[in-house]
């Protein structure tokens, strides 16, 4: 009975690059959340997506991040071009349909590092 | 103005102790109220949830809301050395229960 799972767990990458984050969400759940940590910062909402769909944005950078949650696969959050402020910790989260909406559980992170 | 505070600590406190963590708010619009644990390194999980003024209690740890003065707090009985993480309180407005709002934690060390 697999949690949600994220990979890479850590994750270097060079001013410029492009960073690929993917999650899998607990079997059975169909909403996919992500977040991201900043240092001495909390949890930042970024994006709600269904299958397909990207449902709430409002948290999303406006250039160089996008987010997709395809009919197959895993979640994909994709960095453009990262700067050294991308440095964090992103976390996904999922729930399921007819859950409590704010039952989410967290996958355990990817440590993104810019240098 | 933040739209959640929580006082970062870092708080320390004996074995057997009981603990209070808390958190205020802006908006009276919020409509659930949650609390989550991070160990060092994971991923925040899921201890309790609460959308109404008042007490709830899960064994050790008990929620509360006051809606009126828009502060919720968290207290853990009997504190061990296992509690010993940052504890997140988080809000959902309402109309976009999806979305939570975190506050910056607080971290707790029980000391054995």
């Not at chain 2, 659930?32 to 209690?57: A, H, I, V």
Request: charged share 20%; proline share 7%.
């Amino acid at each position: 009975n697999a949690g949600v799972m994220q990979n890479p767990r850590h994750l270097v990458r060079r001013r410029g690059q492009e960073a690929r984050l993917r999650c899998s969400p607990m079997k059975g759940h169909s909403h996919v959340y992500w977040y991201r940590q900043l240092p001495e910062e909390g949890l930042k909402f970024m994006v709600y997506l269904q299958k397909e769909n990207i449902i709430d944005e409002s948290g999303m950078p406006k250039e160089r991040f996008s987010a997709e949650f395809p009919k197959e696969g895993p979640s994909i959050l994709r960095i453009q071009q990262v700067v050294r402020g991308d440095s964090a910790a992103y976390f996904c989260a999922s729930s399921g349909l007819g859950q409590i909406p704010y039952e989410q559980y967290f996958g355990p992170g990817t440590r993104l590092t810019v240098t | 103005q933040k739209e959640v505070e929580q006082d970062p600590g870092p708080l320390s406190v004996p074995e057997g102790a009981i603990v209070s963590l808390n958190c205020t708010y802006s908006n009276s619009a919020f409509q659930y109220f949650m609390w989550y644990r991070q160990y060092s390194r994971k991923g925040p999980e899921l201890l309790m949830y609460t959308y109404s003024s008042g007490n709830k209690e899960d064994g050790r740890f008990t929620a509360q809301v006051d809606k009126s003065s828009k502060y919720i707090s968290l207290f853990i009985r009997d504190s061990q050395p296992s509690d010993s993480a940052t504890y997140l309180c988080a809000i959902t407005p309402r109309g976009a229960t999806n979305k939570l709002i975190f506050g910056t934690g607080t971290l707790l060390a029980v000391q054995p």
